[in-house]
């Protein structure tokens, strides 16, 4: 997918917080590299991109992918990050059947049939009460397009890094930021039980529970996100500041 996912988001919470998007190494506008495209690697393009936009210590939000990344940078990198905003994510790695499930749609996505394979892989990122609603049809139809026009090297080494991901799971006790994770109820990507497990292993963490919302929250349910997020960073103890002599 691309930055635009949190567009709402964004829109909601430019006129407190100075907002930063990007797309990952060969999604959206970022350039298709030959390698690069394991979780670790996205850490280490990520951190370069903090570095250089001078803005550690921020708070980072990650859906799915980006989640992913968020958890791993936070613990190797702290001083980058101020909380962290974890939506649709894990912290387990990926099961040994939904390893083949998704290999088998990668090899079809990139070898048969794109248009096939996106028409499975759609009802897996969003809720079925957001895919049938009428009212979602242009947003709809701008992800579609999107995905059918990704470019399939860049899909076969994203999806393998996603795949071949570590646990990370014995980890989160070690990340004292304050964390909000926020899970879809039919969520089909991430088990929503894999989403609450987390809350209980980080120190300090606040898990909110979206009713009937699938796996893409930010685009299927953009105000309950938003309100979300303003609340917890709102709820953040202001940064120390040391006084200017």
């Known amino acids: ?38 979780i670790y690697d996205l850490v280490d393009d990520t951190v370069k991109l903090i570095e250089q936009l001078e803005c550690a210590p921020c708070h980072m939000a990650g859906l799915s992918m980006g989640g992913y990344i968020a958890m791993r940078l936070a613990y190797r990198y702290p001083e980058l990050v101020r909380s962290l905003t974890l939506i649709s994510t894990s912290a387990a790695a ?4 939904d390893i083949r499930n998704f290999k088998l749609l990668g090899f079809i996505h990139n070898r048969i049939s794109q248009p096939f394979a996106v028409g499975k892989i759609t009802p897996i990122l969003f809720g079925e009460k957001w895919f049938n ?40 006790p070690e990340i004292n930021v304050p964390v909000l994770i926020i899970s879809g109820q039919v969520d089909a990507a991430v088990d929503p039980v894999q989403s609450e497990h987390m809350h209980t292993e980080f120190p300090n ?4 529970q979206v009713p009937d919302a699938g796996h893409t929250l930010p685009v299927e349910t953009p105000d309950v996100v938003s309100e979300a997020m303003r609340e ?14």
Not at 94 to 97: H, L, N, T, V, W
Not at 143 to 157: P, R
Not at 205 to 208: A, D, I, P, Q, T
Request: a neutral charge; glycine letters at 6%.
């Open 94 to 97: 990926e099961s040994k059947s």
């Open 1 to 38: 997918m691309n930055c635009h996912v949190y567009d709402r988001q964004v829109e909601a919470l430019k006129d407190r917080y100075h907002c930063i998007l990007f797309d990952l190494r060969g999604q959206g506008e970022s350039e298709v590299t030959k390698k690069g495209y394991g």
């Open 133 to 172: 609603d009428p009212s979602q049809a242009e947003v709809r139809s701008y992800w579609h397009e999107q995905m059918l026009n990704n470019d399939k090297y860049a899909f076969g080494q994203t999806l393998n890094g996603i795949l071949t991901r570590d646990d990370f799971t014995s980890h989160l």
């Open 232 to 245: 917890f960073l709102v709820s953040l103890p202001k940064p120390s500041t040391k006084a200017v002599a």
């Open 205 to 208: 963490s606040k898990f909110v």
